[in-house]
């Protein structure tokens, strides 16, 4: 039986990695004639404690994220594929695959590393726990 594919979602941080994730999925959308939610899940607290700090990273970290959210919207649709996109403030490591799994979604196209403050070395620690929790099948894109 072959799998319908209909809604697909992509996190995106910004990354060249992410970015190659948001090309594959409008490649599969543009085939299944599915639409993309992009996700972009922002910790709360910098990645590093300083004092008065929070407020002004969450302003900045969500204009940066706005920025890059545009643009992949402007991207697919110029490849005539429907984008919408959705900021969160979580920890993007447990966020992605509770989104996907409270929502109907067919699969989770995900780069396989991004800007972490930790870098794992074989696969981001994202993409490493999104295949653990999803519910749903996982794309990983290098």
Do not use: W
């Amino acid at each position: 039986m072959v799998q319908k594919i209909k809604k697909i979602l992509v996190p995106l941080d910004g990354s060249k990695y992410s970015f190659k994730a948001l090309d594959m999925a409008i490649t599969l959308a543009k085939e299944f004639g599915a639409s993309i939610v992009g996700l972009c899940a922002i910790p709360l607290e910098p990645p590093i404690y300083m004092p008065g700090m929070p407020s002004h990273y969450k302003k900045r970290i969500t204009e940066g994220a706005k920025k890059f959210l545009e643009e992949a919207k402007k991207i697919s649709e110029q490849n005539q594929v429907e984008f919408k996109y959705y900021i969160a403030y979580e920890n993007p490591t447990k966020y992605v695959a509770e989104f996907a799994n409270n929502r109907e979604f067919d699969l989770i196209v995900v780069g396989s590393h991004g800007h972490g403050a930790v870098r794992e070395l074989l696969l981001g620690s994202v993409a490493h726990s999104t295949i653990h929790r999803a519910k749903i099948p996982v794309l990983v894109i290098k």
